[in-house]
């Protein structure tokens, strides 16, 4: 069986440094990683033609570079720039004090490109995206995971961490519903679940995970608040009031006359306060339904 309490140091791809970062953000243990969920997800899976690309729309680009990437010295930086095209148009790719590129990109590969475009009278171009040649999908080509994050964690290194502890639990998380209910209402097993909550597929499997752990989240909650109710019930001796007190005799006092809803409440009650279990009761009313007027009977 694996262990979820195990420290989260020991997982791939955690030092020393990143160990703080993470117990900054409440992650302590292999349980707490794996239910560190996204807080959006960006879909990176469906390339535009470059002449469809929007300003200011985060999107994926596919096209051939033309050019060797060209570097460029600006106000004590440099500028790196590349050109990609399709059958559609072209595109400018730039980057700053990233020198390293000039190896990466080769003239007639196809790559792939994600990041916010900037469309200048029909001009296309990116700053700073992340990018994948055609048959990676390491940055692009799927629906990414973003995370809740602190300072100096960034989100491809929590991507990775997470990778990582979700390869410890792969198939071996104990199942916590029955077989019956999960055939009943159709839900993913709890490690298809935890998988697909942090990197689904399509966001039709996103949506099943989804509904999944939100089912055994109320589950549980009305578990264990049926679980209160019968402590309350069985196990609790409450105040017993009299019954000669008649209720009845302050109504009739009363300047307004109840409606029959009203009545039937306070019969209720009066019937809880007499008994010795302990009441636990909450009064719903529209505005104006006179509310007020019903606890401060009860209180009488």
Not at 130 to 159: A, C, H, W
Not at 241 to 254: C, G, P
Request: with cysteine; proline share 3%; hydrophobic share 35%.
């Amino acid at each position: 069986m694996i262990d979820l309490e195990k420290d989260v140091k020991y997982i791939k791809g955690v030092g020393p440094n990143r160990v703080k970062l993470l117990n900054k953000i409440g992650i302590h243990t292999l349980k707490d990683l794996i239910t560190y969920y996204p807080r959006t997800y960006e879909d990176r899976s469906k390339p535009k033609n470059i002449i469809e690309c929007i300003d200011g729309e985060d999107t994926l680009i596919e096209g051939i570079v033309t050019t060797k990437i060209t570097d460029t010295r600006i106000k004590g930086k440099t500028m790196q720039k590349l050109i990609i095209q399709d059958e559609t148009g072209l595109a400018t790719i730039t980057w700053f004090n990233q020198s390293y590129l000039k190896n990466v990109f080769k003239e007639g590969n196809t790559y792939k490109f994600f990041g916010k475009v900037n469309n200048m009278f029909g001009k296309i171009s990116m700053t700073s995206p992340v990018f994948d040649n055609e048959e990676k999908k390491s940055n692009t080509g799927k629906i990414v995971p973003l995370y809740p994050l602190t300072y100096q964690l960034s989100q491809n290194v929590i991507r990775k961490i997470i990778e990582s502890g979700l390869l410890d639990v792969e198939d071996k998380l104990e199942e916590t519903l029955p077989e019956y209910l999960i055939e009943e209402y159709r839900l993913y097993d709890i490690n298809e679940a935890i998988k697909q909550i942090h990197f689904p597929e399509e966001f039709d499997n996103f949506n099943k995970a989804r509904k999944r752990l939100v089912f055994e989240e109320l589950l549980t909650t009305q578990l264990a608040l049926l679980q209160l109710k019968n402590s309350y019930t069985y196990e609790d001796i409450g105040i017993s009031f009299f019954e000669e007190v008649k209720m009845s005799d302050v109504i009739n006092k009363l300047p307004f006359k109840l409606t029959k809803a009203q009545t039937r409440v306070l019969e209720e009650i009066d019937n809880n306060m007499e008994a010795k279990t302990p009441m636990n009761r909450l009064l719903q009313g529209d505005v104006g339904s006179r509310k007020n007027s019903c606890c401060n009977l009860c209180c009488i």
